[in-house]
């Protein structure tokens, strides 16, 4: 059977898919066990959602030139998971881990803190301009501001990077994965700026 994946069937799967791992932590919340230090999971589990919402995203181009698969019309759905997932993240150490008066303090004193903002304040202005209005207002600027997206992963490994203690296996597995989702545009840039003036 082909897939027609542009169906409209596809969009609400990919949706309801999307919607798992929310409607997972709130088992888990009221009915399940998150461990002793049930705000700290719940801040790591939501960030690492965050994080896979990103790189789904991000593979969306290299899908499309690598094996022909286009899933451009989800691009956008998948973006506004992120940034669901990444507030939810953010609401969860708002909430469990940080001491609100202290917030600022937190950002100076701790890098990883600080790299996450910026993470977040990039993905909050692409989410904020996702919409055909925007992008409309925008211009031929809309599509420079949402290159941010790559510089917003490399943030995000970063941030991982900072405050993860010594689980180098799945640091380098991030890491990997986000240099071969870069990958797939580099070279073509590369490759472009030096043989044809012609767009992406
Ligand atoms: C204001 C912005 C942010 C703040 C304050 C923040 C805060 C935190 C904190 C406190 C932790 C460590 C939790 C712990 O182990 O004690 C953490 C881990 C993490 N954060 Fe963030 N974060 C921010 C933005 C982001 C964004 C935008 C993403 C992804 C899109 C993200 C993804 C992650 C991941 C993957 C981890 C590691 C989870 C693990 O250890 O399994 N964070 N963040």
Known sequence: ???????????????????IPLSERLYQMFWGDLGTDPGKT??????????????MTLAITPLKRWFSLSLVHLRRMQGLFTFF???LHVGAYLLF?????????????????????AAFLILLALA?????TMMRRLGRHWKTL??????AGVLVVVHYAWQSRGDYTTLFIY??????????????????????????
């Open 42 to 55: 719940l801040t790591e589990s939501l960030g690492t959602i965050a994080l896979c919402f990103l790189g």
């Open 128 to 132: 904020a301009t996702s919409f055909k």
């Open 146 to 151: 949402h290159r941010l997206v790559y510089p």
């Open 175 to 200: 890491s990997l994965s986000l240099l071969l989702l870069l990958s797939a545009r580099l070279p073509q840039r590369v490759f472009h700026s030096a043989r044809s003036p012609e767009p992406e």
């Open 85 to 87: 997932y990444a507030s």
């Open 97 to 117: 881990l940080a001491d609100w008066s202290a917030f600022m303090d937190d950002v100076i004193k701790r890098p990883y803190i600080f790299v996450g903002l």
């Open 1 to 19: 059977m082909r897939v027609n994946w542009r169906s409209r069937s596809v969009w609400w799967g990919v949706f309801g898919g999307s919607l």
